[in-house]
């Protein structure tokens, strides 16, 4: 196999393409993820009046997640080298599904805090492993699209679980939609345990196809020594920063406008419980089409000549700045189904881009230095997802209400657009 050239290997039709059932049980990963980590945003209505939680309180069990996700991450990385994605994943969908189902024995706020502390560790494995397969299983030339595609799924998650958890609710209880929902979760536990091998010990890959997901390992030259850098130096440079930046300034919308539109819907705009289950859904149909779409729109332009600055500055710019202009009309609108029309569109729009996101620390970091960049981009990231459903709660309780909590959503994605525009995608950083 090592003597196959990268243009042979690249007219090499494989045999098996079971790659895409790999990507699909990704997918199925993500999509219940999701739907465990936001079934309290869609709930949160019944239970700030059922025990009685002033929306600053809310926000801190909606961010209380995100403080043992954040914490977790490094130390799941070093356990995903040494056990492999297989029982990782394994692990940690049987954790967060029993996690989620122990919520229905939550008596009040501490419980609550420490169920969702507990799913935050539980979950932490889960994007780190999704990354690892995706990059075992697919060559170079279908990342951002098998990327795209399972992190659109996140999207699938969130458009699912307002319909599933309100039905659930109204028919069984507050306690049986998350005993449902974190079902789910140990299910798909023993589905992956059963269907997931990596790809050289999988009986149903072909050697072709082995070859096809090779290619870029088989070309790799290693005459380059790499240097591995400190985060905090890595920090120092200017493309590396403004790609934290961003992306702390996205993922403060993006986890904000999970947690909080379905309350945003019930107690601002009137919805019913009903009725808000399924408007709050069609935003994310919307993120489901535009990531896996944009996705394979940039990858072909990209593939077709345009510069890497030019598509990733497009797609990041578009992304954001459509996607405040959208929030913006949605909270000005007249009438609630103008507001759910332009909450549709707003993250429509800024999902286009989304499947970029984690292409980026693959385009500027420094030789050697492409796992830690993408984990610190994650790591800074996700502290948007502690700040954000706590400010808003704040916020919510002010006489600014959901409006002036919804506006530093829009200002924040304004500056993200600015902020991608800066970066020179062309080169990996050069260590000084």
Same mark, same amino acid.
């Given at each position: 196999?090592?003597?196959?050239?990268?243009?042979?290997?690249?007219?090499?039709?494989?045999?098996?393409?079971?790659?895409?059932?790999?990507?699909?049980?990704?997918?199925?990963?993500?999509?219940?993820?999701?739907?465990?980590?936001?079934?309290?945003?869609?709930?949160?209505?019944?239970?700030?009046?059922?025990?009685?939680?002033?929306?600053?309180?809310?926000?801190?069990?909606?961010?209380?997640?995100?403080?043992?996700?954040?914490?977790?991450?490094?130390?799941?990385?070093?356990?995903?080298?040494?056990?492999?994605?297989?029982?990782?994943?394994?692990?940690?969908?049987?954790?967060?599904?029993? #996690?989620?189902?122990?919520?229905?024995?939550?008596?009040?706020?501490?419980?609550?805090?420490?169920?969702?502390?507990?799913?935050?560790?539980?979950?932490?494995?889960?994007?780190?492993?999704?990354?690892?397969?995706?990059?075992?299983?697919?060559?170079?030339?279908?990342?951002? $699209?098998?990327?795209?595609?399972?992190? /659109?799924?996140?999207?699938?998650?969130?458009?699912?679980?307002?319909?599933?958890?309100?039905?659930?609710?109204?028919?069984?209880?507050?306690?049986?939609?998350?005993?449902? $929902?974190?079902?789910?979760?140990?299910?798909?536990?023993?589905?992956?345990?059963?269907?997931?091998?990596?790809?050289?010990?999988?009986?149903?890959?072909?050697?072709?196809?082995?070859?096809?997901?090779?290619?870029?390992?088989?070309?790799?030259?290693?005459?380059?020594?790499?240097?591995?850098?400190?985060?905090?130096?890595?920090?120092?440079?200017?493309?590396?920063?403004?790609?934290?930046?961003?992306?702390?300034?996205?993922?403060?919308?993006?986890?904000?406008?999970?947690?909080?539109?379905?309350?945003?819907?019930?107690?601002?705009?009137?919805?019913?419980?009903?009725?808000?289950?399924?408007?709050?859904?069609?935003?994310?149909?919307?993120?489901?089409? #535009?990531?896996?779409?944009?996705?394979?729109?940039?990858?072909?332009?990209?593939?077709?000549?345009?510069?890497?600055?030019?598509?990733?500055?497009?797609?990041?710019?578009?992304?954001?700045?459509?996607?405040?202009?959208?929030?913006?009309?949605?909270?000005?609108?007249?009438?609630?189904?103008? $507001?759910?029309?332009?909450?549709?569109?707003?993250?429509?729009?800024?999902?286009?881009?989304? /499947?970029?996101?984690?292409?980026?620390?693959?385009?500027?970091?420094?030789?050697?230095?492409?796992?830690?960049?993408?984990?610190?981009?994650?790591?800074?990231?996700?502290?948007?997802?502690?700040?954000?459903?706590?400010?808003?709660?704040?916020?919510?309780?002010? #006489?600014?209400?959901?409006?002036?909590?919804?506006?530093?959503?829009?200002?924040?994605?304004?500056?993200?657009?600015?902020?991608?525009?800066?970066?020179?995608?062309?080169?990996?950083?050069?260590?000084?």
């Amino acid at each position: 196999m090592s003597n196959l050239s990268q243009t042979q290997i690249n007219v090499i039709k494989p045999q098996t393409n079971y790659r895409y059932v790999v990507m699909l049980l990704l997918a199925g990963v993500i999509t219940i993820n999701y739907v465990d980590r936001v079934n309290i945003g869609v709930a949160a209505p019944t239970l700030m009046k059922l025990f009685e939680l002033s929306p600053a309180q809310m926000g801190i069990l909606m961010s209380a997640f995100f403080w043992s996700y954040v914490g977790c991450m490094l130390p799941i990385g070093w356990l995903l080298n040494r056990m492999g994605p297989k029982m990782i994943m394994f692990w940690s969908c049987l954790g967060w599904g029993l #996690s989620t189902a122990l919520t229905a024995a939550v008596s009040g706020f501490n419980s609550f805090f420490a169920v969702r502390v507990l799913l935050g560790v539980t979950e932490s494995g889960v994007y780190p492993t999704c990354t690892r397969v995706a990059s075992a299983w697919t060559p170079l030339r279908e990342r951002t $699209t098998a990327t795209g595609i399972f992190d /659109a799924c996140s999207r699938l998650g969130n458009a699912v679980a307002p319909p599933l958890v309100v039905w659930a609710l109204l028919k069984w209880g507050w306690q049986m939609s998350f005993v449902i $929902t974190g079902g789910l979760a140990v299910v798909y536990a023993f589905i992956w345990l059963y269907f997931y091998h990596e790809p050289e010990n999988h009986p149903k890959v072909s050697q072709s196809e082995l070859d096809y997901i090779r290619q870029d390992q088989i070309t790799e030259t290693n005459d380059e020594n790499t240097k591995h850098i400190p985060i905090l130096q890595l920090l120092t440079y200017k493309p590396i920063f403004l790609m934290s930046l961003g992306f702390f300034l996205y993922m403060y919308f993006w986890t904000t406008f999970n947690m909080w539109i379905p309350a945003y819907l019930v107690q601002a705009k009137g919805f019913s419980l009903k009725t808000m289950g399924f408007a709050a859904m069609y935003p994310y149909i919307a993120g489901v089409i #535009s990531e896996a779409v944009g996705g394979y729109i940039l990858d072909k332009w990209y593939q077709g000549g345009a510069s890497l600055n030019l598509v990733r500055r497009t797609g990041q710019v578009f992304g954001m700045l459509g996607g405040a202009i959208a929030l913006y009309l949605a909270v000005v609108a007249a009438t609630p189904d103008m $507001t759910v029309l332009w909450l549709t569109v707003s993250m429509g729009v800024i999902s286009f881009s989304a /499947a970029q996101g984690w292409a980026i620390p693959t385009n500027i970091a420094p030789k050697g230095n492409v796992g830690t960049v993408a984990a610190m981009q994650g790591t800074i990231g996700n502290l948007a997802s502690i700040a954000g459903p706590m400010v808003t709660g704040y916020v919510i309780g002010t #006489s600014y209400g959901y409006d002036g909590a919804l506006m530093l959503l829009v200002a924040g994605a304004a500056g993200a657009a600015l902020v991608y525009s800066l970066i020179d995608y062309s080169k990996p950083v050069v260590p000084r």
